[in-house]
């Protein structure tokens, strides 16, 4: 029995945290979707050697690229996470069409 106690107790509090494990903060994955947005190559290399200079937030899962005169909105799409494994959001980014504005 006293080994059965503190099992059953370390059972109990890891189950209820694993609950936690299932999300990020919305602070750790808005970072998760910028650095997504920033590696990403196809976004990179949509501007034409011109650098990303803003990633702006529009709404949930909705960014603003920018780079010189040009920007292109990016969709965070949801992915399902396999059954039954938690863990953080799993996501694309779909980066939609450049857009140039001449001065």
Same mark, same amino acid.
């Given at each position: 029995?006293?080994? #059965? @106690?503190?099992? #059953? !107790?370390?059972? !109990? !509090?890891? +189950? ?7 999300? #990020? $903060? ?13 590696? *990403? ?6 501007? &034409? +050697?011109?650098?990303? &200079? %803003?990633? &702006?937030?529009?709404? %949930? /899962?909705?960014?603003? @690229?920018?780079?010189? /005169? =040009? *920007?292109? /909105?990016?969709?965070?799409? +949801? %992915?399902?996470?396999? /059954?039954? #494994?938690? +863990? $953080?959001?799993?996501?694309? @980014? %779909? $980066?939609?069409?450049?857009? =140039?504005?001449?001065?």
């Amino acid at each position: 029995m006293r080994i #059965l @106690v503190p099992v #059953l !107790a370390f059972a !109990a !509090a890891w +189950g209820a945290s694993a609950a936690a494990w299932a999300a #990020l $903060p919305p602070v750790y994955e808005r970072a998760a979707e910028f650095r997504a947005i920033a590696n *990403h190559a196809g976004i990179a290399n949509a501007f &034409e +050697g011109n650098p990303i &200079e %803003k990633i &702006e937030f529009l709404s %949930k /899962d909705l960014y603003r @690229v920018s780079a010189g /005169d =040009c *920007h292109l /909105d990016v969709a965070i799409v +949801g %992915k399902p996470n396999l /059954d039954g #494994l938690v +863990g $953080p959001r799993q996501f694309e @980014v %779909k $980066p939609g069409t450049v857009v =140039c504005e001449s001065e």
